[in-house]
């Protein structure tokens, strides 16, 4: 199948399936807030499209999350535990690393407490979103393995 | 879509791993096939057959 979006989709075609259907319920979803939008308005301007792109991505990735097809090689219980110890890890550095960039973006006279509890809400989002998906991936791929 | 890759891959000596990364996929969705569960495209059959020295027929085609 040749489009564009080729680019950002993985070359397994399972994945690839799964992953442009996930797109498409997700467009089916933005284009019905829209429209729901223009029925019920009059909202705020920007309210909408951001509102509408929210429900876009947050389908999307709860989709691919459930779905168990991120971590497609983790089948026994050492690799999910390394995989798990390789997701702390990740999150912690996507925690450091957001809380430092929060730091950067505040303007003067901020709470200090504020980019760290927002740093550390990120970090633990992150982890959680991870764990999930690593962990429906491993009964998903539990069922499938070789007996 | 009943199949018999799991046994062309069996007689083959192979793992899923093994046949996945040979076929380029990955080794959920040699599992998925095996098991019926996902369709693959014939693109990706034809890559099956020729990895496991086997016809479409022989692996895909349904006897009753």
Same mark, same amino acid.
């Given at each position: 199948m040749k489009t564009w979006l080729s680019l950002f989709l993985p070359t397994d075609e399972y994945k690839r399936q799964k992953l442009l259907l996930f797109i498409a319920e997700g467009g089916v979803l933005l284009v019905l807030a829209q429209f729901?939008?223009?029925?019920?308005?009059?909202?705020?301007?920007?309210? $909408?499209?951001?509102?509408?792109?929210?429900?876009?991505?947050?389908y999307v990735t709860f989709r691919y999350i459930i779905s168990g097809m991120e971590y497609t090689?983790?089948?026994? &219980?050492s690799d999910y535990k390394k995989e798990r110890k390789n997701? $702390?890890?990740?999150?912690?550095?996507?925690g450091v690393i957001f809380t430092g960039l929060n730091?950067?973006? &505040?303007?003067?006279?901020?709470?200090?407490?504020?980019?760290?509890?927002m740093g550390l809400l990120a970090t633990?989002?992150?982890?959680?979103?991870?764990?999930?998906?690593? *962990? &429906?991936?491993?009964? *998903?791929n539990r069922e499938l393995m070789d007996e | 879509m009943k199949n018999r890759v799991k046994?062309?891959?069996? +007689? +083959?000596?192979?793992?899923?791993?093994?046949?996945? +990364?040979?076929v380029g996929a990955t080794r959920q969705t040699i599992g998925l096939?095996?098991?019926?569960?996902?369709?693959?495209?014939?693109?990706?059959?034809?890559?099956?057959?020729k990895e496991l020295g086997q016809t479409l027929d022989e692996l895909f085609w349904e006897v009753s």
């Open positions: 729901l939008s223009l029925i019920i308005g009059p909202f705020e301007s920007s309210l $909408v499209p951001i509102i509408s792109i929210g429900i876009f991505v947050f090689e983790v089948a026994t &219980q997701i $702390v890890m990740k999150s912690l550095g996507f730091f950067l973006v &505040q303007g003067e006279g901020f709470l200090i407490i504020e980019p760290i509890i633990l989002f992150f982890f959680l979103f991870n764990w999930l998906s690593l *962990k &429906q991936s491993f009964n *998903k | 046994l062309g891959r069996i +007689k +083959k000596d192979l793992t899923q791993a093994q046949l996945a +990364k040979r096939i095996e098991k019926g569960d996902y369709n693959p495209s014939l693109q990706l059959c034809i890559a099956i057959a």
